[in-house]
């Protein structure tokens, strides 16, 4: 299947920002609040002491690599005498996945769409819907903020549902393995959920979300930075230029700092596993992206890319069409490819 000049995807699954609110021992709730702190750091870059060579500047000298470097951040923490931690967060899956938004191939879309009801009819969405959902009920949209917390708990509203609250209590000890969630009283049901969401014409699963996070004294909390841009083209950062900016919204009069609704949706997506030789899931994406290695293991050469793996629709139908099951290697490749409709975007092959 050649990919055409116009071909884009609305996301299935729309999460949306993160609250944080504290909790104190007399069940009161207030928002969490922040503020910003001029520090005076060190001068540590590397490029102050050496040339692009590696050699060291002989201008620079011991004096002046002593000075110190104010600077100013954003800074939030647990207050004091606080209970603990709540963060609220609603997700929402739906059907998007089903036919392109927009598509300027009557036949690439028909292929598309033929694809997407193969797929679901032989291998099903389970697998997809599973991974989302431990993203979601292990608290991994937190990110940082669990790595040093006592404990932490989570508490789900789904919609539809006729039963109670669904809660997992005590993640860091009692869910370790994926076999740990799966074997939970309401995971069939809410994996249910979101498997009829992607599978109806006009499907949608709800959840509300809510974490209980108990962390030590006077903890630092880290929410969602906002990109700055260095003011007037300046390479130096003046004192007054806040180098570590929060992303936040009011709540009750309050500015209150925030996990972005697209950072959560990342950790959701945090599922692909699926590349040459992995070591660690991935957020699905078209070339694999590791930001941490800086680098991206579905790069064109592996054929593993999310375009490479477009182009092979017709065979994917072929393979799904036939009387034989596909190998583990093509449903990988096929969860992959699903797994980007499912997020939506711009998929076409234009020029520069």
């Known amino acids: 299947m050649k990919l055409p000049?116009?071909?884009a995807y609305e996301r299935s699954i729309d999460p949306s920002d993160v609250c944080f609110f504290v909790v104190w021992p007399d069940d009161k709730k207030t928002p969490l609040t922040y503020t910003s702190r001029t520090l005076l750091g060190q001068m540590e870059t590397a490029s102050l002491a050496y040339d692009t060579s590696g050699q060291p500047k002989k201008s620079v000298t011991a004096g002046a690599l002593a000075q110190g470097n104010p600077h100013q951040v954003d800074f939030c923490h647990v207050p004091y005498g606080a209970s603990h931690v709540e963060c609220c967060f609603s997700v929402s899956f739906s059907s998007e996945l089903r036919k392109p938004y927009k598509c300027n191939s009557s036949s690439v879309k028909q292929t598309l769409v033929k694809l997407v009801g193969l797929y679901e009819k032989k291998i099903g969405w389970t697998e997809l819907a599973t991974r989302y959902l431990i993203n979601i009920c292990d608290g991994t949209w937190l990110w940082k903020n669990t790595r040093k917390a006592y404990c932490w708990n989570i508490e789900?509203?789904?919609?539809?549902?006729?039963?109670?609250?669904?809660?997992?209590?005590?993640?860091?000890?009692?869910?370790?393995?994926?076999?740990?969630?799966e074997n939970h009283k309401d995971w069939s049901g809410m994996t249910e959920m979101i498997k009829t969401a992607f599978s109806s014409s006009n499907g949608l699963a709800i959840f509300e979300v809510?974490?209980?996070?108990?962390l030590p004294t006077n903890a630092m909390i880290r929410p969602s930075q906002a990109f700055t841009e260095k003011q007037n083209g300046s390479k130096n950062k003046s004192i007054s230029q806040n180098s570590r900016v929060f992303q936040h919204t009011v709540i009750d009069g309050e500015r209150s700092p925030i996990l972005g609704a697209f950072k959560t949706g990342a950790a959701i997506a945090t599922i692909d596993d699926w590349y040459p030789e992995a070591t660690e899931t991935l957020r699905v994406g078209r070339f694999g992206v590791h930001r941490e290695d800086v680098t991206c293991y579905r790069h064109p050469s592996t054929g593993k890319d999310l375009f490479s793996l477009l182009q092979k629709a017709d065979h994917y139908i072929e393979v799904l069409s036939s009387n034989e099951d596909p190998d583990q290697e093509a449903i990988n490749d096929m969860h992959f490819v699903m797994a980007n409709l499912i997020k939506g975007g711009l998929f076409q092959h234009k020029g520069d």
């Open 5 to 7: 000049s116009s071909l």
């Open 156 to 181: 789900l509203a789904p919609w539809p549902w006729n039963g109670e609250n669904v809660k997992f209590e005590d993640i860091r000890n009692n869910y370790i393995s994926r076999k740990d969630f």
């Open 210 to 214: 809510k974490a209980t996070v108990h």
